[in-house]
């Protein structure tokens, strides 16, 4: 967990705070949304909560649908 | 609106598609668990039968001069269906990245460093390809020829190596399967090199050459690199015959069977080096697509403060994405050689031929 956040807080650092400096609200933004999704992602995973999988879901949609060989 | 300016030659361009679909030798595997003996003829028939699919690939190119994936669904759907698909091209590329990232994290786990954990494998790999995206596309596909050249000739120092366990009646017996196989090997091989080719359409405007010589370099890359992975297929079964389908990593139990007297053996390694770099090659290239396409969907200026988040967001939504290796080979099997055709075929013909129907682009050559 704390490699964990020392990454996250590095990459804040290299990439947010010149944008902050810049004032470009709009990249601000699209940024927060990748980061804060990614954190999320990392946080649930370290500690071992199980995220349902997209590939496993569409894979059971496109079986029911009988599209699978 | 272009975000990276940055110009490459048409050459490197067709290197870059040598490379990305060599670096899918790895995932052979999923074929020869269907086809065996006759993977090499789902790869010849999913060569030839992807060549519509290059088609039209090329048709988009030529008709929207300039104009990258995003651009020309935009132009050929309007604003709202344009997003829409831009979205789903969005989650494509971030998945395409996430899925390679683990299979060389595995990889590279099985094969050389057994002990290392494989995240870190995972993230040094993305820390790496970070820092070449930083520079733009030129970077990104500057080593595409070196790394082609080096495989070939690993290729061919390999076949001679193991050509004294080559027995050809391993191709025996032939056409033996049933008609299903054949055409799940064939989806298999079309939508998982050779239509994943659907990147390239994101950097076609950074390609300094006329739109006709793009379709041209695209062509002949796309051959050479379907030439590659069948030279490979038949070596392994030549070699291996139907247990082939035994291994997760054929080619790897392939050149472990060198044995020329005491001096050389161990020649694996050399096919694990290679595919190690043809596979940082092809996740540094989708990682760069996937930064592009989302700074551009977003009509951002710029691209490089998003670089080390999306690093971090294909790692840990990677990690969601099958329990096992097992579940993952399953899955590449059975359901996402289909899944995938929505993104290789169906969207760009639906787009071609919307733009044909809609008379679009206004201005450009018809």
């Known amino acids: ?69 | 609106m272009q975000i990276d300016k940055r110009k490459i030659p048409g050459s490197v361009m067709l290197f870059s598609v040598v490379c990305f679909i060599q670096a899918s030798s790895l995932l052979t595997a999923f074929l020869a668990g269907v086809t065996f003996q006759d993977s090499w003829f789902a790869i010849l028939i999913g060569t030839i039968a992807g060549l519509p699919m290059i088609w039209i690939y090329n048709m988009l190119i030529s008709r929207f001069p300039g104009k990258n994936l995003l651009e020309i669904l935009s132009e050929v759907f309007g604003k709202v269906l344009g997003k829409i698909f831009g979205v789903m091209y969005i989650w494509f590329f971030l998945t395409l990245t996430s899925l390679n990232t683990i299979d060389m994290g595995n990889f590279v786990k099985l094969t050389i460093m057994e002990e290392t954990p494989r995240l870190i494998l995972m993230v040094l790999c993305i820390v790496v390809g970070a820092w070449a995206i930083r520079y733009g596309i030129g970077v990104v596909s500057r080593y595409s020829f070196l790394f082609s050249m080096i495989s070939f000739i690993i290729l061919v120092i390999g076949i001679f190596l193991v050509w004294n366990q080559m027995d050809f009646k391993n191709f025996l017996p032939m056409f033996t399967l049933p008609v299903k196989e054949y055409i799940q090997g064939t989806n298999i091989i079309l939508t998982i090199p050779f239509g994943e080719l659907v990147v390239f359409l994101m950097i076609i405007p950074n390609v300094n050459i006329p739109p006709q010589k793009i379709s041209k370099m695209f062509f002949i890359g796309y051959l050479l690199g379907g030439i590659h992975i069948l030279v490979v297929m038949a070596r392994d079964i030549a070699v291996l015959g139907n247990t082939i389908a035994m291994f997760s990593l054929p080619s790897l139990v392939t050149l472990r069977l060198v044995h020329l007297g005491e001096a050389l053996s161990r020649m694996e390694i050399l096919f694990a080096v290679v595919l190690i770099m043809l596979m940082f090659f092809k996740i540094t290239f989708l990682y760069y697509v996937t930064v592009i396409t989302i700074a551009q969907f977003f009509n951002l200026k710029e691209y490089k403060p998003l670089i080390l988040s999306i690093g971090a967001l294909i790692l840990s939504y990677g990690l969601t994405l099958y329990v096992s290796p097992v579940k993952h080979t399953l899955s590449g099997q059975e359901i996402t050689p289909i899944f995938w055709i929505l993104f290789e075929f169906l969207l760009p013909l639906v787009t071609l031929v919307t733009a044909a129907i809609r008379k679009r682009p206004k201005t450009g050559k018809v």
């Open chain 1, 1 to 69: 967990m704390p490699l964990l956040i020392m990454g996250f807080v590095l990459i804040a650092l290299i990439d947010f705070i010149p944008v902050i400096r810049k004032k470009d609200w709009g990249l601000a933004a699209v940024f927060l949304l990748i980061f804060v999704s990614a954190l999320v992602f990392s946080v649930l995973e370290i500690n071992n909560i199980k995220i349902p999988s997209i590939m496993e879901a569409a894979g059971n949609l496109m079986k029911s649908i009988g599209l699978s060989y």
